[in-house]
């Protein structure tokens, strides 16, 4: 006959091994979570960590020396002083106090000492772009006629210039400056250009609103709760009817978008070139709308890129709201559907 204690000690054995399975399936639970937790922060801040890998690429940090530094430090820093061309003017100062603000210093508008203690620049401030048969396979010539470019397969760069210039931020005059000795028509694949080192901006932390400002020709985009995060200087409406006021809202994005001529639209352009019917133009740099539309809540109205990013905010428009093609990327990525877009005066 068994013996009790024999059946007890069964008992434990058996209580035993099915806490060290509990225990065991707790310990995978615990570090499967933490995985999953693990990635998903990862995921959320992984612009911030590619950005301080970024930041590690360079040797040092310096005091500016010259507007063009000053321009591509601001750039750099999400506050664009449009294209940069090593000049001082009303786009540098406004994206200066843009960045002041930004930092809570003084609103001087200069770059005063309390400033240049905050923004220094980076090594390399220049850099050297390989050319290769891609970048030539990208060049295409513009017709001077609507209807001649609707029969283009892409609204491609019209120069390796251009391009160049447009890809680094930059006036194509001041990239002819750092590369003196360049013929823009003779070079091949495996050339090099000497350009600022500008990697394309993204807005960080998350986008909350943005705001345009028509007296100032302005674009500036918040946080939810109120910190400035990016600046770019914008053109807006020739004809004040023309300009919208109040709260909008982002209807569409659209990342190379084409485009249609409408002729009841551009009339005057359609009456020159004896155009009757809508066509489509296609994507590309040189697209009338660059290579963003961001659809707002009110018909036919948008903000988008353009084929002169060198002339936004010191030319108008027939009423959208025009941005360099790089600050037009910057903002697609920032901004969602239904957020609020306001325009003051």
Same mark, same amino acid.
């Given at each position: 006959?068994?013996?009790?204690?024999?059946?007890?000690?069964?008992?434990?054995?058996?209580?035993?091994?099915?806490q060290?399975?509990?225990?065991?399936?707790?310990?995978?639970?615990?570090?499967?979570?933490?995985?999953?937790?693990t990635?998903?922060?990862?995921?959320?801040?992984?612009?911030?960590?590619?950005?301080l890998?970024?930041?590690?690429?360079?040797?040092s940090?310096?005091?500016?020396?010259?507007?063009?530094?000053?321009?591509?430090?601001l750039?750099?820093a999400?506050?664009?002083?449009?294209?940069?061309?090593?000049?001082?003017?009303?786009?540098?100062?406004?994206?200066?106090?843009?960045?002041?603000?930004s930092?809570?210093?003084?609103?001087?508008?200069?770059?005063?000492?309390?400033?240049?203690?905050?923004?220094?620049?980076?090594?390399?401030?220049?850099?050297?772009?390989?050319?290769?048969?891609?970048?030539?396979?990208?060049?295409?010539?513009?017709?001077?006629?609507?209807?001649?470019?609707?029969?283009?397969?892409?609204?491609?760069?019209?120069?390796?210039?251009?391009?160049?210039?447009?890809?680094?931020?930059?006036?194509?005059?001041?990239?002819?400056?750092?590369?003196?000795?360049?013929?823009?028509?003779?070079?091949?694949?495996?050339?090099?250009?000497?350009?600022?080192?500008?990697?394309?901006?993204?807005?960080?932390?998350a986008?909350?609103?943005?705001?345009?400002?028509?007296?100032k020709r302005?674009?500036?985009?918040?946080?939810?709760?109120h910190?400035?995060?990016?600046?770019?200087?914008v %053109?807006?409406?020739? $004809?004040?009817?023309?300009?919208?006021?109040?709260? +909008?809202?982002?209807? &569409?994005? /659209? =990342?190379? !978008?084409?485009?249609?001529?409408?002729?009841a639209?551009l009339?005057?352009?359609?009456?020159?070139?004896?155009?009757?019917?809508?066509?489509?133009?296609?994507?590309?740099p040189?697209?009338?709308?660059?290579?963003?539309?961001?659809?707002?809540?009110?018909?036919?109205?948008?903000?988008?890129?353009?084929p002169?990013?060198?002339?936004v905010?010191?030319?108008?428009? %027939?009423?959208?709201? $025009?941005?360099?093609?790089?600050?037009?990327?910057? +903002?697609?990525?920032a &901004?969602? /559907? =239904?957020? !609020?877009?306001?325009?003051?005066?």
């Open positions: 006959m068994p013996n009790k204690p024999t059946s007890k000690r069964t008992s434990k054995s058996s209580r035993r091994k099915t060290q399975q509990t225990h065991w399936t707790k310990h995978w639970l615990t570090r499967i979570i933490v995985a999953l937790i990635a998903a922060l990862v995921s959320h801040y992984w612009p911030q960590l590619r950005s890998t970024d930041i590690s690429k360079y040797s940090v310096r005091a500016i020396n010259g507007t063009a530094e000053l321009q591509i430090a750039a750099r999400g506050f664009s002083p449009g294209s940069i061309d090593g000049a001082s003017g009303a786009q540098t100062q406004a994206a200066l106090l843009a960045y002041q603000t930092q809570g210093l003084p609103r001087s508008g200069i770059f005063d000492p309390d400033t240049a203690q905050f923004l220094q620049i980076q090594e390399p401030v220049f850099t050297t772009r390989r050319l290769g048969t891609e970048d030539f396979a990208a060049i295409g010539p513009k017709p001077q006629s609507w209807r001649g470019r609707s029969e283009l397969d892409r609204m491609h760069y019209n120069s390796l210039l251009e391009m160049v210039a447009e890809q680094a931020q930059c006036d194509p005059d001041y990239i002819t400056e750092l590369n003196p000795s360049i013929n823009w028509h003779q070079l091949a694949a495996g050339d090099s250009v000497r350009i600022p080192n500008v990697p394309p901006f993204r807005v960080q932390p986008a909350g609103y943005v705001q345009i400002t028509l007296a302005t674009l500036r985009v918040f946080s939810a709760d910190r400035l995060l990016f600046h770019c200087p %053109s807006i409406a020739r $004809r004040v009817d023309k300009r919208p006021s109040g709260e +909008l809202r982002v209807k &569409v994005r /659209v =990342d190379q !978008p084409n485009y249609t001529f409408n002729p639209i009339t005057s352009t359609a009456q020159r070139e004896g155009i009757t019917q809508k066509f489509m133009i296609q994507p590309g040189n697209n009338p709308v660059g290579t963003v539309w961001i659809g707002l809540n009110l018909p036919s109205y948008g903000i988008h890129g353009t002169e990013p060198e002339k905010g010191r030319t108008e428009s %027939s009423g959208c709201f $025009r941005l360099a093609n790089w600050n037009a990327q910057t +903002l697609l990525d &901004v969602h /559907v =239904d957020m !609020p877009i306001y325009i003051q005066p």
